[in-house]
């Protein structure tokens, strides 16, 4: 925790250039000047490690924050989608349902689940750049920072039996060894229908004013006894009102603000649209596998439900790239950062061909976008589990700092979690989406590819998905554990056809994966970090370092906006909820779940459910709480309006705005819709 | 009556280029077979009668139709306004409290008002057009249309006793007379709250999802009992339902569909800019009058809401043309027009330069733009009541065919309605739009234009303004009256100062009348008339005429839209106004009328309050009934969104939609919130 200390030199560097409320700021450099200008607030570290320890990560994909000192997490409804699903059945689902654990007995454990509290950073760019001299290729630059990179996070986890992460930062000028207390004994405590989480469904996703309860709360677990964490954020049942600074820890996914524009041409021009064109496949397939039946729509919903969100993610960011004004004034700003390095003869010595460097690796990039896509394991599960599987054995047995990134020691607890855990795996549907991966393998890379020719060997995409399926025994977990304990022999002479299709894989990804590293992040990190230093030099380090899903701390104001001809309310109330399902007369996806339409009368219907804010948030800062200047929740990040999609490459407060259930919802429905007392009791605190 | 067996020819030519729901019909020319086609509903000859004869037009600017036997219409607030804020003192603001007639007794008169009820049409293009010869230049055809058209209106009123309009339809190649039944007693009856009818006010006008009650019910009265209306609309308690055929029978004011590329590029560069600025001027008056104080709130808000809601329109419609792909959809259209024109010599004799001839008189108009905005009598209340004596004595004088068209026998009666209302003037107020009006003509046209040395004969605007307000009589009725009686004598001998004013103004004004009568609308005319009979040659008639606010019969079904990144409902509730209202905390425009918060508890929340259907209306159609294929009222037109004001141009049914007060809505608000038995009982019908 040392380098909290850091703050103070970052303060004097802090200068005008960030716009409005910017920034996904990390713990160790909070604008401390800026919300003292612009709000009159000065966060103690008091108030700092508070909020830091009082914050989770879900592995899983989101974020969290403890809200009772018996380890009670909130978090969203989709990002625990996936426990609930694999502790649903045709007979319990739990997923329309909603869960309700009355005891602590009845909180039921999340098979494979994660979640971590930061508890350390610690500045190591020294130790990982240490290495890399001025004269090495960026290959050889690359070796070098990977290996003392898993040293790194190796040293760490021996050292303290944490989770060790090293972050880069600024384009890898920077690294720091995030430590985290991991809890791995994760149970659900509470979800709501999924139509109160989902009201509105992809037509509403990315859309405000909203009326969702995406909502979902489960408890970390320690040695079977409910955790004690160090930290946990009290309910503020005022709520915040219009104006009020909050702020947002969580864990931003990842953005491309640092991005050239030659990067974000080859995100516009080639990746977003193949990539839109290859969810719309998917979600074509898993939609006439859930026409089939309802148990096929109870297996395969919460999988189109997570397409849908990332198809319409992924349009508002190709939207935000095409609008020219914005795109136009990052190429000035690129221009005018050229031409000051350009004006420097050290800089410009030192930032050397960087530009250049990076265009001409995304351009290697985008020649192999087919097998980026297709060439290696894929979206199916069993296949997926039998790739990490053959790895799995054969990166443990090398030393640690020869194996790829994910098997190193200080990574094994986790992958480990994932990769024994006991959610169920369903062979039909296993059966659709691995024909369907390896048809449209065929189709990108061509018959002759030899890939296409290793896995399919002449026969058809179905013929190879259905053997392999109904053949393999990877959707058991002793299957797993027994291939995992007998290493590379076992793995070797296994017959199961699951892990022969990814023994013939598995040198093909490896080859396209060193290309990758050697040809494209080596040269886009080393460049990255040229260009990063220059822009040190000539302004300070006066903006947030890209998202990382690592936790940052973001804030703004609760406030409206000008859209659709008119303003758009602060707050939407459970009124609008009753409003908009009769405005449409209950049809889907705007029908009222069961209960909701029950309890309606219990409820005070003015009470205010979701609203927005303008703080600087992301996708994986789903989950997040809202706190005020007290430390208090007042709301749940769950989404940000399309507006809001621009945020990965451009920071604007003008529109976009991040979406927020507001605690004073949460508590009026989990107590007269769900009647969940022993919940609110202990959100009511001790 | 005889001309509505036109329609058997009619429908023969109709064809299939009508987009969607397109059309404001008349009533001699209904759709009949494209509702049968998509539809399957062929309206009667006797449901066609009975719809017709249930409008009405409010001469005050709107639509409306009889509910009850007993002479009960029902319209928008905003098109009673003008009456109810005429009604209403320092002491008894009806316009914000609402007003509600408990017993026939309390309906209060509406000065000045005027309604009718359409009860003849006759084709009378050959009277009209007879004169015109093909030798003529295009003023001799210009008098001879005119001179032709005040015979035909003034031997209809001589005949007939009713009121007598003559219509120009397709672009003045056919002519029709309209023969109205005229009320003059008009009482108000109920009013809600302004609140609640302007809830969200100018940043919700023209957008969707709404919330209001723009209502206002009103009786004909003849000979001072209660008129019997020849028809009326039963109040479907059921409503509408998505997907439902509905018909708006109404008067839309005035559409630019037919109009050449040369009139819109005028009309979006020259005309609307133009308009824009001078509306924000009026604004920026009234708004500082209105900062004075709660009593000049009392007497400027409603023109403010009126102002507001011109510039919205505009802008709406300003941006509608400056959407290049619609723009050059037009272009193409015009371009393979002209092009079948070329290729058929017959055709190509006859249409001439009409075109060209267009495109050049519409320059001549833009060339005076100024003097259009700012050479006459301009928007002082009592200037123009001025202009209208001074010219009302000058024309009646003169033989009928000889006068200005507003000066005829024929249009007489309305005219003294108008010319001798009682509504109350404020002269504080007059001084102040009066004084703006002068100083906006000496900055448009300069201070040596022969208008502004007439006005102002160098003194200020203000000097001017508040002599000629302070020293004028025509604030009261009978000084109005008495200078009417005393003919031209007593106007030029009148000492009055606004009366001097009117004179000084009035040879300027006839000179700038005659220029657009001879060098622009008369060439407008005969081109736009060859070009229409050119399509007709080519097309049949297959589209409806551009509005004349003249009645019209549009349909369309009750439907939602995509928009805003999502669906939006087709329907809003009653709960959806309380969200909205909180969602802002209760701040202004978005505040709960008194009554709407105390009866809250009273509500079915869940009643339609307003719906959206894809039916062709634009301004003019306010107060227009929904009914349905029963001929019954389900609602009431009240707005379009902003996607609909580009119906001046192009219809499109993708997401442009008229807005309506749900008349299920109505009647729960006028029982619960308003406790309105006496009407309630009368809506239930006999």
Chains 1, 2 share one sequence.
């Not at 560097?13 to 450099?29: C, H, I, K, S, Y």
């Not at 640092?258 to 995100?267: C, N, P, R």
């Not at 260009?531 to 701390?553: E, Y």
């Not at 490459?649 to 991040?658: C, G, K, N, S, V």
Request: charged letters at 25%; aromatic letters at 8%; proline letters at 5%.
């Amino acid at each position: 925790m040392r380098q909290l200390s850091r703050l103070g030199l970052a303060c004097l560097l802090l200068a005008a250039p960030v716009r409005g409320d910017e920034g996904m700021w990390t713990f160790d450099n909070p604008p401390t000047r800026r919300l003292q200008e612009r709000y009159g607030f000065t966060p103690t570290q008091e108030w700092l490690d508070k909020v830091r320890l009082a914050a989770v990560r879900f592995m899983a994909g989101g974020s969290g924050s403890f809200v009772s000192p018996e380890g009670l997490m909130l978090t969203n409804h989709h990002v625990g989608l996936g426990c609930i699903q694999n502790l649903s059945t045709a007979e319990k689902d739990y997923v329309s349902a909603g869960f309700l654990a009355a005891t602590r007995a009845e909180e039921r454990a999340c098979p494979g689940y994660e979640v971590n509290v930061l508890v350390g950073i610690e500045d190591v760019t020294a130790r990982v750049l240490g290495g890399v001299r001025p004269g090495m290729t960026d290959k050889e630059a690359g070796d070098a920072r990977k290996a003392a990179a898993a040293a790194v996070e190796n040293d760490c986890a021996r050292r303290t039996g944490l989770r060790c992460d090293l972050v880069s930062l600024y384009q890898g000028s920077e690294y720091a060894l995030y430590t985290y207390r991991k809890y791995t004994d994760v149970r659900l405590v509470f979800a709501p229908e999924g139509q109160a989480a989902y009201f509105g469904g992809d037509a509403d996703n990315f859309t405000y004013p909203r009326f969702n309860l995406d909502v979902a709360f489960f408890r970390a677990y320690e040695d079977g006894r409910p955790a004690r964490p160090t930290s946990w954020l009290r309910w503020n049942r005022g709520g915040a009102k219009e104006g009020d600074l909050v702020f947002v820890p969580g864990n931003p996914g990842s953005t491309s603000r640092h991005d050239t524009v030659a990067q974000l041409e080859s995100e516009r021009d080639r990746l977003l649209p193949e990539a839109l064109a290859y969810y719309q496949r998917r979600l074509k397939v898993l939609r006439d596998y859930v026409a089939r039946g309802p148990e096929n729509a109870r297996r395969a919903g919460p999988s189109i439900l997570q397409l849908e969100n990332s198809f319409k993610a992924l349009s508002g960011r190709l939207e935000a790239l095409r609008d020219e004004p914005a795109m136009a004034a990052k190429r000035r700003e690129e221009e005018e950062l050229r031409r000051r390095i350009a004006a420097e003869p050290a800089l410009a010595r030192e930032t050397r061909t960087a530009f250049e460097d990076i265009a001409a690796a995304r351009k290697r990039h985008d020649a192999r976008l087919g097998e980026y896509r297709y060439g290696s394991f894929g979206w199916s599960k069993l296949l997926g589990l039998a790739g990490q599987l053959v790895r799995y054995v054969e990166e443990t047995a090398k030393p640690n700092e020869q194996r790829l990134d994910e098997y190193i020691d200080a990574a094994l607890p986790s992958l480990e979690n994932a990769l024994f855990s006991p959610a169920p795996i369903h062979k039909d549907l296993e059966i659709v989406t691995l024909t369907d991966q390896l048809e449209g393998a065929r189709e990108a890379l061509g018959a002759d590819h030899p890939y296409v020719k290793a896995v399919l060997g002449g026969r058809t995409p179905a013929e190879v998905a259905r053997e392999a399926v109904e053949g393999t025994k990877l959707d058991q977990v002793a299957a797993r554990r027994a291939l995992a304990a007998g290493g590379p022999a076992a793995v070797r002479d296994s017959t199961d056809p699951m892990i022969a299709l990814a023994r013939r894989i598995d040198p093909l990804g490896r080859e396209l994966r060193r290309y990758d590293e050697d040809q494209v992040k080596a040269v886009i990190t080393r460049a990255g970090e040229r260009i990063a230093r220059a822009r040190f030099a000539l302004h300070g380090k006066t903006v947030a370092p890209d998202a990382t899903f690592t936790l940052r701390l973001a804030y703004g104001t609760v406030k409206g906006y000008a859209a659709h001809g008119t303003r758009v309310p602060p707050f939407t109330t459970l009124h609008g909820l009753y409003d908009r399902a009769a405005g449409f007369s209950y049809a889907e996806p705007w029908s009222l779940s069961p209960l909701f339409r029950e309890e309606k009368d219990d409820l005070e219907l003015t009470t205010p459910y979701n609203f927005v804010s303008d703080a600087d948030v992301i996708g994986g800062n789903s989950g997040s709480p809202v706190i005020d200047r007290a430390g208090e929740l007042v709301g749940l990040i769950f989404d940000g309006n399309m507006e809001s999609l621009a945020l990965d490459y451009f920071y604007t407060d003008e529109t976009a705005r991040a979406i927020a259930v507001d605690a004073r919802g949460i508590l009026e429905v989990v107590d007269d819709v769900y009647g969940a007392d022993a919940l609110l009791q202990e959100l009511a605190g001790p």
